[in-house]
C-alpha cells in the first residue's frame, strides 16, 4: 500500500465501517494479479463502487475522477478535494477535446509504474443498472501498454447507493472478478490489426459482455450519457 492516506481511509475511517453495513463480498480475487501492472475495468452502478472494489482488493488502485471533484467549493467540496487528492486518484476533464490523452497519459503513467488502474469504460453511471456501450479509452489503453484487462462486475453497488444519494444504505454488495484478458492476443485472434481502429472498439465490446454476463445484466449497445440525455428530455429508456 504506497500512499498512507489511502490505507487509512481503507483500514481504519471508512473501510470498517462499510464491510459491517453492506457486508461486501468478492469472488474471483485471484483473477487480479498479485503483482505488475493491469486494468481493472468495471461497470458502473454508484460512485461508491470506488470505494467498495479498493475496500476489497489487496493491491491500491487508482482511478481517473472527474474533474469536478477537485474544484468544488464550499465544505462539501473542500471534502472532495482533500479526499481524492489525497488518495492519489487523477482528474479527468471530460468535457474537454483532449480527454482521450489525458486519460492515457495518467493510465500509462501508472501502468509504468507497475500498479492498478481503474477504469469505468461506460464513462458514467448506468441509468437503471443495465450494461452501456464503452468507451473505447480502456482498450486503446490496453492496446498500447500490453496489460491484462481484468473487468470488474460489480453487483448491488445501485442499491446501496442509488444515484442522487449521499449517505449509504444498508443493502448488500457482491464484486465478481473476471479472467485477465490478454489485449494483444485478443485482437490477434480476431484478425485484428492492433493499431488499427477496429481493434479497440472490438476489445470494448467483449469487454462491456463480459461485464453484462458476470453482472447478469442486460446489455444496451448504447452510450449511458446518450440515455440519460434522453430521460433528461422526457423519452423513455431503450430496450436491451
Known sequence: M????????????IG?????????????????????????????????DSFYLPLLCPRQITFPAKQEYFTGTGL??????????????????????????VLMNAGTGVLDKGDLFGIYPEGTRSPDGRIYRGRTG??????????????????????????????PRPAKVRIRIGEAIDPLAFVKEKGLDPEGREAPR?????????????????????????????????EGLPEA
Open 16 to 48: 470498517p465501517a462499510l464491510r459491517v453495513y453492506n457486508r461486501p463480498e468478492i469472488e474471483g480475487l485471484e483473477n487480479i494479479p498479485t503483482q505488475g501492472p493491469a486494468i481493472l475495468a468495471s461497470n458502473h452502478q454508484a460512485v461508491m
Open 202 to 234: 472490438a476489445l470494448t465490446d467483449y469487454v462491456m459482455h463480459e461485464l453484462a454476463r458476470l453482472t447478469g445484466q442486460d446489455y444496451v449497445d448504447l452510450y449511458a450519457s446518450d440515455v440519460k440525455k434522453a430521460l433528461e428530455a422526457g
Open 138 to 167: 480502456m482498450a486503446r489503453l490496453a492496446l498500447k501498454t500490453g496489460v491484462p484487462v481484468v473487468p470488474v462486475a460489480m453487483i448491488g453497488s445501485r442499491d446501496a447507493n442509488p444515484i442522487g444519494t449521499v449517505v
Open 2 to 13: 504506497n500512499n498512507k492516506w489511502y490505507w487509512f481511509f481503507k483500514s481504519i475511517l
Open 76 to 101: 462539501t467540496g473542500a471534502i472532495q478535494r482533500f479526499f481524492v487528492t489525497s488518495v492519489g486518484q487523477i482528474p479527468l476533464d471530460r468535457t474537454s477535446g483532449d480527454a482521450g490523452q
